[in-house]
């Protein structure tokens, strides 16, 4: 994504202004504008144009006003029908949503946790509350452009897609993408976050799952029946724990939430949730960040065997695991810069992923408005079969026009 200039950010400053003003108030004339925002006549020009040749400004009925001479004045409005979109993540144990609105700018976001198991129309009927809460009502909505929903695992051909697809479409109305919520984590950060610019990215997320997601070449991969990015999936320990996925000592037994807590315990700690063993960590507590270190290692070594496979130039780390920083993450860099091989082991940067808990919501609005030029070259989970309101449009068109800028 190309960084725009000086003149640009002012100009989409002063778009950004002008556009507050409509939102809040509604439709106005240029003289309302111009009294209300405070920029010259000229400067509001600019802005004007701008949002008119857009689309996300058009001119409403005439102002009812006292008139000069001349033709007389005309009211400018938001254009609802211009394009909207919504990202939704659900999450194993959360929901989180994100909106966007004429401009392509963040309209908002919310999050919300809830009880493990909690069955599907319930987690639906949250998410619409929880996009209600961002965007308002039912104007908004019936202007809805698409909605970009992130699941838990592999989406390709599993049995409950289907039905999630069905109770969005009943709830939202517009057309519904979905796609592996971590892989959609990947997507936002490589678009806007802490890997934003760089064209070969392995992603990883540590949460009450373990997952990820790749870029290679400037480029999300989907991979064959959408699995690509399942790191937590990938054998750690022969002699380890049974995984909900059959196999027995995968990553995500060693570093997911439930397993780090649950081998916490087994060590002698004192702790049953990760604010928990945060405070044990803070208090120097040596059991927790002899875990740590042991946890960190195995992930180093996973990654670098990805790196060495991938050749990645960043690695981004997100997730609420990864929120303990510097005991987590400096064993997983040094383990990471002893087994990468030598000709890239200086080149590699690991970063703290940026965007928190809504990474996955935000990835879901690029993918529902082809906004990422990531997306370029992404294959679809199925072939276009028909209008808007069906699965429609193939995921790797990009849209024309702007690129959502996180400044909101």
């Given at each position: 994504?190309a960084?725009?200039?000086?003149?640009s950010?002012?100009?989409?400053?002063?778009?950004?202004?002008?556009?507050?003003?409509?939102?809040?108030?509604?439709?106005?004339?240029?003289?309302?504008?111009?009294?209300?925002?405070?920029?010259?006549?000229?400067?509001?020009?600019?802005?004007?144009?701008?949002?008119?040749?857009?689309?996300?400004?058009?001119?409403?009925?005439?102002?009812?006003?006292?008139?000069?001479?001349?033709?007389?004045?005309?009211?400018?409005?938001?254009?609802?029908?211009?394009?909207?979109?919504?990202?939704?993540?659900?999450?194993?144990?959360?929901?989180?949503?994100?909106?966007?609105d004429?401009?392509?700018?963040?309209?908002?976001?919310?999050?919300?946790?809830?009880?493990?198991?909690?069955?599907?129309?319930?987690?639906?009927?949250?998410?619409?509350?929880?996009?209600?809460?961002?965007?308002?009502?039912?104007?908004?909505?019936?202007?809805?452009?698409?909605?970009?929903?992130?699941?838990?695992?592999?989406?390709?051909?599993?049995?409950?897609?289907?039905?999630?697809?069905?109770?969005?479409?009943?709830?939202?109305?517009?057309?519904v993408?979905?796609?592996?919520?971590?892989?959609?984590?990947?997507?936002?950060?490589?678009?806007w976050?802490?890997?934003?610019?760089?064209?070969?990215?392995?992603?990883?997320r540590?949460?009450?799952?373990?997952?990820?997601?790749?870029?290679?070449?400037?480029?999300?991969?989907?991979?064959?029946?959408?699995?690509?990015?399942?790191?937590?999936?990938?054998?750690?320990?022969?002699e380890?724990?049974?995984?909900?996925?059959?196999?027995?000592?995968?990553?995500?037994?060693?570093?997911?939430?439930?397993?780090?807590?649950?081998?916490?315990?087994?060590?002698?700690?004192?702790?049953?949730?990760?604010?928990?063993?945060m405070?044990?960590?803070?208090?120097?507590?040596?059991?927790?960040?002899?875990?740590?270190?042991?946890?960190?290692?195995?992930?180093?070594?996973?990654?670098?065997?990805?790196?060495?496979?991938?050749?990645?130039?960043?690695?981004?780390?997100?997730?609420?695991?990864a929120?303990?920083?510097?005991?987590?993450?400096?064993?997983?860099?040094?383990?990471?810069?002893?087994g990468?091989?030598?000709?890239?082991?200086?080149?590699?940067?690991?970063?703290?992923?940026?965007?928190?808990?809504?990474?996955?919501?935000?990835?879901?609005?690029?993918?529902?408005?082809?906004?990422?030029?990531?997306?370029?070259?992404?294959?679809?989970?199925?072939?276009?079969?028909?209008?808007?309101?069906?699965?429609?449009g193939?995921?790797?068109?990009?849209?024309?026009?702007?690129?959502?800028?996180?400044?909101?």
């Amino acid at each position: 994504m190309a960084v725009p200039g000086p003149g640009s950010s002012a100009r989409r400053g002063h778009e950004r202004a002008v556009l507050g003003l409509l939102r809040a108030h509604g439709p106005l004339n240029r003289g309302e504008l111009g009294r209300r925002c405070g920029l010259s006549r000229t400067t509001l020009h600019e802005a004007l144009s701008g949002l008119l040749a857009a689309g996300a400004v058009v001119t409403a009925a005439p102002d009812d006003g006292p008139r000069g001479r001349g033709r007389p004045a005309g009211k400018l409005a938001l254009n609802t029908a211009v394009g909207q979109a919504v990202g939704i993540d659900f999450a194993r144990r959360a929901v989180h949503v994100a909106a966007v609105d004429v401009t392509y700018e963040v309209l908002g976001t919310a999050g919300e946790a809830h009880a493990p198991g909690l069955p599907w129309p319930d987690r639906v009927a949250l998410a619409e509350r929880l996009v209600r809460r961002v965007v308002g009502g039912e104007p908004w909505l019936r202007a809805l452009r698409g909605v970009g929903v992130g699941l838990v695992g592999p989406v390709a051909g599993a049995a409950a897609v289907a039905g999630v697809e069905s109770l969005l479409r009943d709830r939202f109305g517009g057309p519904v993408l979905l796609d592996n919520n971590t892989r959609l984590a990947a997507l936002a950060e490589s678009t806007w976050g802490a890997a934003a610019g760089a064209q070969d990215v392995l992603y990883l997320r540590l949460s009450y799952g373990v997952g990820g997601g790749v870029v290679a070449g400037g480029a999300l991969h989907r991979g064959a029946d959408g699995v690509s990015g399942e790191i937590g999936h990938i054998p750690v320990d022969p002699e380890g724990r049974r995984c909900e996925c059959g196999g027995t000592g995968c990553l995500e037994t060693v570093a997911s939430i439930r397993a780090v807590l649950d081998a916490y315990r087994a060590r002698g700690g004192r702790g049953d949730s990760l604010p928990a063993l945060m405070a044990a960590v803070e208090a120097g507590d040596p059991l927790a960040l002899g875990l740590l270190r042991d946890v960190g290692v195995q992930i180093g070594r996973v990654l670098a065997a990805l790196s060495n496979a991938i050749g990645p130039r960043v690695i981004a780390i997100g997730g609420e695991l990864a929120e303990i920083g510097a005991p987590l993450l400096g064993p997983v860099q040094e383990a990471l810069h002893a087994g990468a091989v030598p000709i890239s082991r200086h080149r590699l940067t690991l970063r703290r992923a940026a965007l928190g808990d809504v990474a996955g919501a935000l990835g879901g609005v690029a993918l529902a408005m082809g906004e990422s030029p990531l997306l370029s070259r992404y294959a679809a989970a199925e072939p276009e079969t028909g209008p808007a309101g069906s699965r429609a449009g193939r995921y790797g068109a990009v849209a024309a026009g702007r690129r959502l800028a996180l400044t909101g």
